[in-house]
């Protein structure tokens, strides 16, 4: 009996050890799966997390704008390629202040005063690495839903261009001004000298009159540059290309100027080869010559020779030159010499009549036609004014 009821215990035991063991290892697996899940979800979260901090940087990096993005403890969290660029960063400044990054402390002022402000501030800060550059910074608080900073965004515009463009418009406006002045001031000061009583003796009246029509004819050149540059430099100026022979073309243009060379004793030659064509507009390509011309029989060497030269380019190109044998053109003028109103020789070129638009009218027109302007030169042994146009097929 008492056998038997050892036996059916055991039994009993052995079952529920069996089923506590199976209870256990289904428990056990169910950890597991829990487990695992719960390192899938983390590292979905993560992908996630990483893919939207790569799709903010690349949405960062296509703006133009330099951006930069502060935490709240003001330290740098994502900047954008513009923003390298603008300051020329080689080195990740992540996790670095402001001042670090950019060692400008006038940006850590900005950045203190939104502590105290909920609008957008800005200013203006130089940057003087080579060339000078002015860029505009505007900033603001990044706020949470509670309306609690957080941090901070700073976005870059550069404004060298405009800057660079508002100087030019003042330049030329100052330039225009005094050109226009000049002749005025002849022209009114031999007026009120004829009305003072000059006009009655005939040699003074005859030679006042004549000094007024010079000077009113440089004024008249001088509108007509001014609105043939306005019309160049704003596309107005439609382009009737064709094909022209450019050694009868240079042939024709040295018998006009033979008259303004011979007062000179300038000699004039023509070596632009026989077979040489361009596809150009025959008007502005005069107006190309014409002031190439002038200017090397006006500023060359008295007594001297002027050629006009040319060479097939690269298939598609030619390439033809206007060569003086003069004093040349110093270093540091050939960069500034196809701006408008520069003057090699500021005196020289007032006496002469000249307007000062002259180079920049031939630069415009070359590079309507799709074509390159440059000078060569070695001071005492003269200058060479080069340029490109289509090539006409054969």
Same mark, same amino acid.
């Given at each position: 009996m008492w056998t038997f009821l050892l036996v059916a215990a055991a039994l009993i035991l052995a079952a529920l050890h069996f089923r506590w063991w199976q209870v256990f290892r289904g428990k056990d697996g169910e950890l597991r799966r829990l487990r695992g899940?719960?390192?899938?979800?983390?590292?979905?979260?993560?992908?996630?997390?990483?893919?939207?901090? /790569?799709?903010?940087?690349? +949405?960062? !990096?296509?703006? *133009? =704008?330099?951006?930069?993005? $502060?935490?709240? /403890?003001?330290?740098?969290? +994502?900047? !954008?390629?513009? *923003? =390298?660029?603008?300051?020329? $960063?080689?080195?990740?400044?992540?996790?670095?202040?402001?001042?670090?990054?950019?060692?400008?402390?006038?940006?850590?002022?900005?950045?203190?005063?939104?502590?105290?402000?909920?609008?957008?501030?800005?200013?203006?800060?130089?940057?003087?690495?080579?060339?000078?550059?002015?860029?505009?910074?505007?900033?603001?608080?990044v706020l949470d839903r509670e309306g609690v900073p957080r941090g901070a965004i700073l976005v870059f515009h550069d404004l060298t261009r405009i800057r660079q463009l508002e100087n030019n418009r003042r330049e030329f406006v100052a330039n225009v001004s005094h050109e226009l002045r000049t002749p005025l001031s002849l022209i009114k000061g031999y007026a009120e000298t004829l009305l003072g009583g000059a006009k009655d003796d005939p040699d003074h009246s005859v030679r006042f009159l004549q000094k007024i029509e010079v000077h009113a004819n440089r004024l008249t050149n001088l509108i007509e540059d001014l609105l043939t540059i306005s019309r160049l430099e704003s596309g107005q100026v439609d382009l009737k290309l064709g094909a022209l022979d450019l050694r009868s073309f240079a042939a024709r243009l040295i018998e006009e100027f033979q008259e303004r060379a011979a007062r000179r004793n300038v000699a004039l030659v023509n070596e632009v080869p026989s077979s040489l064509r361009a596809r150009a507009d025959r008007d502005r390509l005069q107006q190309v010559f014409f002031n190439l011309l002038d200017n090397a029989i006006k500023y060359g060497r008295p007594g001297g020779c002027v050629v006009l030269r040319g060479r097939d380019g690269n298939g598609d190109k030619v390439q033809l030159c206007v060569a003086d044998d003069g004093p040349g053109i110093p270093a540091e003028a050939r960069e500034r010499i196809f701006e408008r109103f520069y003057r090699l020789d500021k005196a020289r070129s007032r006496d002469t009549g000249g307007t000062g638009l002259g180079l920049a009218i031939v630069k415009h027109i070359v590079q309507s036609h799709g074509g390159e302007v440059w000078v060569e030169s070695v001071p005492g042994r003269g200058a060479s004014f080069f340029f490109t146009l289509p090539a006409a097929p054969s």
């Open positions: 899940a719960l390192a899938e979800a983390e590292e979905r979260h993560l992908q996630a997390a990483f893919q939207a901090r /790569a799709q903010i940087q690349t +949405l960062f !990096n296509s703006m *133009v =704008e330099g951006v930069i993005l $502060l935490d709240s /403890a003001g330290r740098v969290q +994502l900047v !954008n390629q513009s *923003v =390298e660029r603008q300051f020329r $960063l080689n080195l990740d400044v992540r996790g670095l202040t402001i001042v670090e990054a950019l060692r400008h402390p006038e940006l850590a002022a900005l950045v203190e005063r939104l502590s105290s402000t909920r609008q957008v501030l800005s200013c203006e800060i130089e940057l003087n690495g080579g060339n000078r550059r002015f860029i505009e910074v505007n900033a603001a608080s």
